[in-house]
């Protein structure tokens, strides 16, 4: 598979610098690029029998996907960002409404975004949703994990609280005790989490 | 023995780098020397990053949430005053987005306009479609239903009695179905009024009344019947003289009206007798125009209330004398009844009479209804009047 594209270089130099700036966590930069093509994607899916909030799901989660490539360092862009972003949107938007209709689905393309094919954004979107799919499952097991646990964990990792913070918080005689609660509460997600996952992959 | 749970705070301590050296090469022998060992550290390993992605996640979602709120509080217009473009890394892109500067109503007109699109050309294009079907249809059918009267002339020709008659013979035919003989044929009847042209036996009718007639009875105010033959037809001016053919008939006696060879003035008091039902009626006007139908100078209008039957009816004068032959109407004018002028009858009987036929033609030269009142007139009158009955 060749992605040779007929212009030389399809990165603009505004597109760089945006990247570049995201990638070193620049937020002002992902909120520039959320700003600059929310329109075209929000005219896509209204255009394409969606509401505002599907735009709004949909951009956002297309968004992400490129986010996350983008911090990863993994992004290998061969068109600009624009195309990149619609091809995903596109793609995310297809997907929700063949679920959501049982009859085949027609998309109405804006001409100007030219060859949305061979963006990358297919397998991309692939492993974001492989990533999607783990994610829920962690959710899922954190869920079904039982309170101090839960909200052990979610307060370390996912509040990025100190131990310190947490000892205090869940009444623990010193850190070291949180420090074995949490180290125990890992091998009882371990075994859900894994359970579930694997589970789900067969 | 270590637990789980020791085996994960050592993990821990090694993925953040606080193992000592001599500790730290000890687990990575032991995890290069025992799988079991490797996977479990691999599975907490997979764990933990999937526990600080999914974490990332929800930041990065969180953060996007709050862009798109921001986003939408830009757009709105108390707060266009492009006070957020300071903040703005202008720098990267000085692209200006149209869509942002448009107001709430219209935002939504825009949305419902892209959602509805395809639909609305659709009903449209239909509503147009049946809009021009409907006048077209209208037009074709109007313009259908007049075809017929496209003259807006009516001949005065009665045929009350065609449907009755048709059911009966229908009926009549049913009855003798099966049976030996002859059924006797359909006979489509209509009628008019006539009226005697000379004491021999001529009669004067409207030429549509005995149009395509194979036989015509010729009956009296005092119910004689006699037979009769069409002699001449005037088409055009809608005339037709009859010549009564019994054996047994011996002339109507002395006329008592005179034919008018001149014309008739405007405004004259003018009166009819026919037969538009199974009586005799009287109808009396005056007379309103000296031409016809679009101008036909060979017709009067007269502004007497006729209806079918009353074709081929004397028009007489105050004085009595025959001044025309009612022929029809207009449809769409108020009581406007067209005659044919009695100079024209003058003309086509001369015309007639210098061919030499078998039985001259004498008119009446001088009528005996002048001076007399009107009810005297008609008694006098109505002897000379006759229903045409035509069997087609």
Same mark, same amino acid.
């Given at each position: 598979m060749s992605r040779s594209?007929?212009?030389?270089?399809?990165?603009?130099p505004t597109d760089d610098a945006l990247i570049a700036a995201i990638r070193n966590g620049d937020e002002r930069a992902l909120a520039h690029l959320y700003r600059l093509h929310w329109p075209m994607v929000s005219h896509f899916v209204l255009q394409n029998s969606g509401t505002d909030d599907d735009a709004q799901d949909v951009y956002q989660e297309g968004v992400v996907v490129f986010y996350e490539k983008v911090r990863d360092g993994s992004l290998e862009l061969s068109c600009q960002i624009k195309t990149y972003l619609y091809a995903v949107c596109r793609r995310l938007w297809l997907k929700r409404l063949t679920s959501k209709s049982r009859f085949g689905v027609r998309l109405l393309d804006?001409?100007?975004?030219?060859?949305?094919?061979?963006?990358?954004a297919e397998e991309d979107l692939l492993a974001a949703e492989e990533q999607d799919r783990r994610f829920d499952t962690m959710s899922e097991a954190l869920n079904h994990l039982g309170e101090p646990c839960r909200s052990l964990l979610e307060g370390f990792y996912?509040?990025?609280?100190?131990m310190q913070d947490l000892t205090a918080e869940f009444g623990y005689t010193n850190a070291d005790n949180a420090k074995n609660q949490k180290y125990k509460c890992l091998v009882r997600l371990k075994k859900l989490f894994f359970t579930h996952y694997k589970e789900e992959s067969i | 023995m270590m637990t789980e749970a020791d085996y994960y705070a050592l993990f821990e301590a090694y993925a953040l780098g606080e193992l000592a050296g001599p500790a730290r090469a000890n687990l990575e022998a032991r995890l290069a020397a025992d799988p079991a060992l490797a996977l479990r550290y691999a599975d907490f390993k997979e764990m933990t990053s999937t526990l600080r992605a999914y974490s990332q996640r929800q930041k990065v979602r969180q953060q996007l949430q709050s862009l798109h709120a921001t986003m939408l509080a830009a757009e709105t217009?108390?707060?266009?005053?492009? %006070?957020a473009t300071p903040t703005?890394?202008?720098?990267l892109t000085p692209s200006v987005n149209?869509?942002?500067?448009?107001s709430r109503t219209e935002r939504r007109l825009r949305e419902f306009w892209n959602g509805h699109r395809a639909t609305m050309g659709v009903a449209a294009s239909v509503a147009v479609l049946a809009v021009f079907c409907t006048l077209l249809g209208l037009e074709w059918w109007r313009a259908a239903k007049t075809q017929p009267s496209m003259y807006g002339y009516t001949v005065l020709?009665?045929?009350?009695e065609r449907i009755k008659k048709s059911q009966k013979d229908l009926t009549l035919t049913l009855n003798q179905f099966g049976r030996a003989g002859s059924t006797p044929p359909v006979a489509k009847e209509s009628s008019g009024t006539g009226f005697a042209l000379?004491?021999?036996g001529y009669l004067v009718t409207s030429y549509h009344v005995i149009q395509g007639a194979d036989s015509v009875l010729v009956e009296g105010h005092d119910h004689k019947r006699y037979h009769a033959e069409p002699v001449y037809s005037d088409r055009k001016h809608d005339l037709a003289i009859l010549r009564i053919t019994d054996k047994t008939f011996n002339g109507f006696g002395r006329l008592p009206y005179a034919i008018k060879e001149g014309q008739a003035d405007l405004g004259e008091r003018v009166y009819t007798l026919g037969y538009p039902r199974e009586d005799v009626v009287y109808g009396e006007g005056a007379l309103?125009?000296?031409?016809?139908? #679009?101008? *036909?100078?060979?017709f009067y209008q007269v502004s007497i209330p006729v209806?079918?039957?009353?074709?081929?009816g004397p028009l007489l004068d105050e004085r009595g004398n025959l001044i025309g032959v009612v022929s029809g109407r207009q449809? *769409?004018? #108020?009581?406007a009844a067209f005659a044919t002028k009695s100079s024209y009858l003058v003309r086509l009987v001369d015309s007639l009479a210098a061919a030499k036929p078998a039985v001259p033609y004498l008119l009446p030269?001088?009528? #005996?209804? %002048?001076?007399?009142s009107r009810p005297q007139q008609l008694k006098k009158l109505q002897d000379y009047v006759f229903v045409v009955k035509v069997f087609e």
């Open positions: 594209n007929p212009t030389s270089s399809p990165l603009t804006d001409e100007e975004h030219g060859p949305y094919l061979n963006t990358g996912l509040l990025d609280k100190s | 217009p108390e707060e266009l005053t492009s %006070a703005e890394p202008g720098k149209p869509m942002l500067r448009i020709k009665r045929e009350v000379t004491s021999e309103s125009a000296r031409s016809g139908f #679009q101008g *036909d100078t060979a209806n079918p039957g009353n074709s081929g449809n *769409d004018a #108020q009581s030269r001088y009528g #005996q209804l %002048a001076g007399t």
